[in-house]
């Protein structure tokens, strides 16, 4: 059973930072793109950042790109998410997801808040 | 980037009703498109993707259907586990973006 659990969120002071991680188990982590989508309080959903299953190509939506880098340690099954630079418009749950578009499989989240 | 319109943004209907939802792209992408249901507190669940084939698991009463800029979901007959927030997202480039959803809800 594909199992995806999200840790590392927590309270940030704007322009501070967070790893967040996802560990994966019940699939061959090295064979699948995985992806980052989020959840603002109230909203619906962005996709943040994909990495291909080789970690050679990432993509990111325009509003994380130069403050935020996804990355994967496939000997670990692990995908990350380094978040920098942090603004309150980031604050949301944030959601790992298996493949590069179309995800069947989600962990259950782990919760990003910015504040001062 | 490619911008997902969802409507209406919300909805009433009773268990029984047949119920259209509505994702106009603001470009043509073919069917590259995938519906999912979330319901509160939880993870968004699957149900069509490539705008028309239905997720495995996902009952039939759920449908997808269009290409180019408009596609739609249909449930045929509205259960009551089926009422929440629906929401389009389009797999044609990256950005893969959502649409703002639809929220479901018992009238």
């Known amino acids: 059973e594909v199992h995806l659990v999200e840790s590392g969120g927590g309270l940030m002071q704007p322009g501070g930072s967070l790893r967040l991680s996802c560990a994966a188990s019940g699939f061959t982590f090295s064979t699948y793109a995985m992806s980052w989508v989020r959840q603002a309080p109230g909203r619906g959903l962005e996709w943040v950042s994909g990495i291909r299953r080789d970690g050679g190509a990432t993509d990111y939506t325009d509003s994380v790109k130069g403050r935020f880098t996804i990355s994967r340690d496939n000997s670990k099954n692990t995908l990350y998410l380094q978040m920098n630079s942090l603004r309150a418009e980031d604050t949301a749950i944030y959601y790992c997801?298996?493949?590069?578009?179309?995800?069947?499989?989600w962990g259950q989240g782990t919760q990003v808040t910015v504040s001062s | 980037d490619i911008q997902m319109t969802q409507s209406p943004s919300s909805l009433s209907a009773s268990v029984g009703d047949r119920v259209t939802f509505t994702c106009r792209a603001s470009q043509s992408m073919r069917g590259s498109v995938n519906w999912y249901q979330q319901t509160t507190g939880k993870a968004p669940k699957l149900l069509i993707y490539a705008s028309s084939a239905l997720q495995e698991g996902v009952p039939s009463r759920f449908s997808g259907s269009g290409s180019g800029t408009e596609f739609t979901l249909t449930i045929s007959s509205l259960q009551p586990e089926d009422f929440g927030t629906y929401f389009c997202?389009?797999?044609?480039?990256?950005?893969?973006?959502f649409g703002l959803g639809t929220k479901l809800e018992v009238k």
């Open positions: 997202q389009q797999t044609y480039s990256a950005p893969y973006n």
């Open positions: 997801a298996k493949d590069s578009t179309t995800f069947v499989y």
